[in-house]
T-cell receptor, first 114, second 110 residues
Framework: DAGITQSPRHKVTETGTPVTLRCHQT?????MYWYRQDPGHGLRLIHYSYGVKDTDKGEVSDGYSVSRSKTEDFLLTLESATSSQTSVYFC?????????????FGPGTRLTVL | TQLLEQSPQFLSIQEGENLTVYCNSS?????LQWYRQEPGEGPVLLVT?????EVKKLKRLTFQFGDARKDSSLHITAAQPGDTGLYLC??????????FGKGTRLSVIA
């Protein structure tokens, strides 16, 4: 299994509080991604990174920011959590982009915003 | 925006039956991937198909990429309870990020 960990695995927080989710990889893969998964919507890309300090927005980036200061870590921050951000968040990594963009996923973080 | 439509959304079958799930789009993809996701876990890559008309087999699973590279199918022969899960297709077009379908939730009853 690809070495990807996510922390925390579960979190309950209140509306308006900041939340940071961490993704850590031991594979030295260049690309890292944050997705959210919701019933009826499937997996939707929030942000992704193509290198240290190089990030770009995905399909549902509003209300989220990311940072990547080291190859192995990709942080997702909810500056002021809202109930609509209750979801399961997955981090993924890939060695290549384009045709060979085969992704390996972490175990997920279940976030509940009350 | 490329969209991938998966059908059916839900499928419940008896052990030993065969089934096919579909992934369709109006867009052309450079490659298409299939993932399986079990409850409480992240998706796991099953296969990548790249060439139009390509067929790949993984034990009882057969994956096909349409000739025009707009669609794909996954056929499972003699389904087993261990095949239960959410099957996701995902497509790559150029260097754009991977686009996922909403998935087919399969339940195989013993």
């Amino acid at each position: 299994d690809a070495g990807i960990t996510q922390s925390p695995r579960h979190k309950v927080t209140e509306t308006g509080t900041p939340v940071t989710l961490r993704c850590h990889q031991t594979e030295n893969h260049r690309y890292m991604y944050w997705y959210r998964q919701d019933p009826g919507h499937g997996l939707r890309l929030i942000h992704y990174s193509y290198g240290v300090k190089d990030t770009d927005k995905g399909e549902v980036s509003d209300g989220y920011s990311v940072s990547r200061s080291k190859t192995e870590d990709f942080l997702l921050t909810l500056e002021s959590a809202t109930s609509s951000q209750t979801s399961v968040y997955f981090c993924a990594i890939s060695r290549l982009a384009g045709v060979n963009n085969e992704q390996f996923f972490g175990p997920g973080t279940r976030l509940t915003v009350l | 925006t490329q969209l991938l439509e998966q059908s059916p959304q839900f499928l419940s079958i008896q052990e030993g039956e065969n089934l096919t799930v579909y992934c369709n789009s109006s867009s052309v993809f450079s490659s298409l991937q299939w993932y399986r996701q079990e409850p409480g876990e992240g998706p796991v890559l099953l296969v990548t198909v790249v060439t139009g008309g390509e067929v790949k087999k993984l034990k009882r699973l057969t994956f096909q990429f349409g000739d025009a590279r707009k669609d794909s199918s996954l056929h499972i022969t003699a389904a087993q309870p261990g095949d239960t899960g959410l099957y996701l297709c995902a497509g790559v077009a150029g260097n754009t990020p991977l686009v996922f379908g909403k998935g087919t939730r399969l339940s195989v009853i013993a």
